[in-house]
T-cell receptor, first 112, second 113 residues
Framework: DTAVSQTPKYLVTQMGNDKSIKCEQNLGHDTMYWYKQDSKKFLKIMFSYNNKELIINETVPNRFSPKSPDKAHLNLHINSLELGDSAVYFC???????????FGSGTRLTVV | GNSVTQMEGPVTLSEEAFLTINCTYTATGYPSLFWYVQYPGEGLQLLLKATKADDKGSNKGFEATYRKETTSFHLEKGSVQVSDSAVYFCALRPSYNTDKLIFGTGTRLQVFP
């Protein structure tokens, strides 16, 4: 199946821990993104990579570090997790042709 | 700056009712406009889009017309079904040379039989 897949789907962890979320797309898209969706469903872009290069880096704490080993993967590593990091994180990809994004199914991160 | 404003939800309708979800935007340049739908527990899916003024996007019975004069992109459906219950997001892509999408806050639609 062609898709954007992210793992894990659920992640529960304690404050202070370091965790990673992985994202892979097999659509051949050039650009990948990470979005954060808070408890009120508000979606905010965090990062965008185009062909492994960082394009967008919104005002995100530097505890969040994206890593793109190749254009099909964009992983998100989070250091020293805080309660406020609890949210659903969505990976997405696009082809730079204005057709819009394809989203993954999300990773629900709960920090306790 | 670029922003999207959606009506607050939830919007609660009976099956077969007419749906309108309002969306207005502010943008510099010539944005493209999108509606995405998020079903419970899932990621967002592109529902429809319009790339220039007066374009009408349509899909699955939903329609939205890009109105530059009123800076709006309202989502409509003539007869909703229970299966349309979801959160709907209006979004804009500011210009042709970026793929960054700016989303509205989402509007939850609840359809009852």
């Amino acid at each position: 199946d062609t898709a954007v897949s992210q793992t894990p789907k659920y992640l529960v962890t304690q404050m202070g821990n370091d965790k990673s979320i992985k994202c892979e797309q097999n659509l051949g898209h050039d650009t990948m993104y990470w979005y954060k969706q808070d408890s009120k469903k508000f979606l905010k872009i965090m990062f965008s990579y185009n062909n492994k290069e960082l394009i967008i880096n919104e005002t995100v704490p530097n505890r969040f570090s994206p890593k793109s080993p190749d254009k099909a993967h964009l992983n998100l590593h989070i250091n020293s997790l805080e309660l406020g990091d609890s949210a659903v994180y969505f990976c997405a990809s696009s082809q730079d042709d204005g057709r819009g994004y394809t989203f993954g199914s999300g990773t629900r991160l709960t920090v306790v | 700056g670029n922003s999207v404003t959606q009506m607050e939800g939830p919007v609660t309708l009976s099956e077969e009712a007419f749906l309108t979800i309002n969306c207005t935007y502010t943008a510099t340049g010539y944005p493209s406009l999108f509606w995405y739908v998020q079903y419970p527990g899932e990621g967002l899916q592109l529902l429809l889009k319009a790339t220039k003024a007066d374009d009408k996007g349509s899909n699955k019975g939903f329609e939205a017309t890009y109105r530059k004069e009123t800076t709006s992109f309202h989502l409509e459906k003539g007869s909703v079904q229970v299966s349309d219950s979801a959160v709907y997001f209006c979004a804009l892509r500011p210009s042709y040379n970026t793929d960054k999408l700016i989303f509205g806050t989402g509007t939850r639609l609840q359809v009852f039989p």
